[in-house]
């Protein structure tokens, strides 16, 4: 027998959470052929994985990824960490289906992963998955439909419930886009407009999604002090609409929370004991990004961009918001949960590049302004269209959550191709885990660690060929050096590239070789079937 491909003397952990053997793997026609004794001189290139570990590649299923590839087809950050697999359309925000008509409000929504994109060359969500399968890419891609895309499509930012024939037509867009491929849907319940939608409006939608076999992953309303609410709100949603949960970045928002992951995690679990299909998936790290907006109530942002930026320039609305801000915590109020204005730094700023990588302390510091005031300027200037890093969470509940059984890892990251110093996680997630959590701090085993980054979201996301190196799966493939994996991307320098990563193989084909990318593109754009 001869292979396209053979992998020899390495130290193969396949995914499933079982001890690493010491074995050949066989590659041809982009799949595994044999795992076993192979003999020399049957391939036509071979591997030495002495003193290396051969994993499945990671599968990163809370990714924002979603036009990355229209800019940079091998996604080059998420392959240095060795993903070979993502799955976009994340928090509510997904680039289909467009309605014409509503195209600035959709532009508006997703200025977090892209900036000059062109709506009008796709409508419906299979002809968007065609433009990506257009381009030779170079991983695996699965997309979710964003609730805030569909929301748009028939309502833009109208902070109302839907009508009738409005959610019938939501109904329609998203069982169309489930035919099409779609894995599911999300939604970003803090973001308006998904902030807008009252729980009966995303059980009728959920639905639709149950009867293809799809899942509901949330970006729940409330990651702070109404977490329990929020938890219970997408446990009603999986009983009532009968569909899988994904409860996406699960996290710990706000000092005074600090140490409640112990109740959470309970929480999930007793769920899981009583029939409710619900799963968890977060990233190891004390920082969460967004929009700046979102350090403001969801009213702020009705009617739009237009209408957020006249707000913010109204001397008697600031003097409102600022009330809000200070005296409301019946919404997920960043402000009040973070330590200070130090803890809220600009990633990205596309009119004021000046100020990235400064928090609104120093920036306020800087103009002699009060912090509400440089807030209210800065994001009167920039709109949609800034970005932040901000500091809320423990590192004991995010280690807690991390290593919980039941939790995949991913990197919630927006794509590398945007402008400033966009959060680490986009560049060290998985490299991060693997060496501090589990080479350096032992919390978890190597294999369990690879387990909670293949087999689990595959099987979360029913990706039925991936996530475990297994006779006849996809040949998805991350070769690394246990001794040196680490991540080294920090937050004021976010794109250096992680150390310890020597191959990533998608679908049989070299990828990434010790440092340098090859000309390989061989991702596929995974449609659910």
Known sequence: MSFDLVIKNGRIVDGCGNPWLRQDLGIKRGKIEKIGEIAEGTAHRTIDGAGLVVAPGFIDIHSHDDVVFFEDPLNKAKLQQGVTTVVNGNCGVSVAPVNTETIPFLNQYTAEI????????WRSFAEFLDRLEQIPIGMNVANLVGHGALRIAVMGFDSRRPTAGELAEMKNLLAGSMEEGAFGM????IYPPGAYSETEELVELSKVVSRYGGLYA???RDEGDLEPQAIEEALRIGREANVP???SHHKISNKANWGKSIETLARIKRARADGIDVTVDAYPYTAGSATLTALFPPWVYAGGEQRLVERLKDRETRREIKKYIEERTDWQNFVKGVEGWQS???????????YEGKSLLEISKELSKDPYEALFDLAADEGAKCMMVIFLLDEEDVERIVCDPGVAVITDAVPHTQAGKPHPRGFGTYPKVLGRYVREKGLMTMEEAIRKMTSLPAQRFNLKTKGLLREGFDADITIFDPKTIIDRATYQDPRVKPSGIEYV???????LSGNEFTEER???VIRRT
């Open 186 to 189: 999300s939604t970003g319940l």
């Open 218 to 220: 949330t970006h729940m």
């Open 245 to 247: 949960v994904e409860i």
């Open 505 to 511: 193989i998608v679908n049989g084909a070299i990828v």
């Open 522 to 524: 061989p991702g596929r």
């Open 114 to 121: 892209q900036m000059e994109l062109d709506f009008t060359k």
């Open 344 to 354: 809220i730094v600009i990633s990205a700023a596309w009119h004021h590049p000046e």
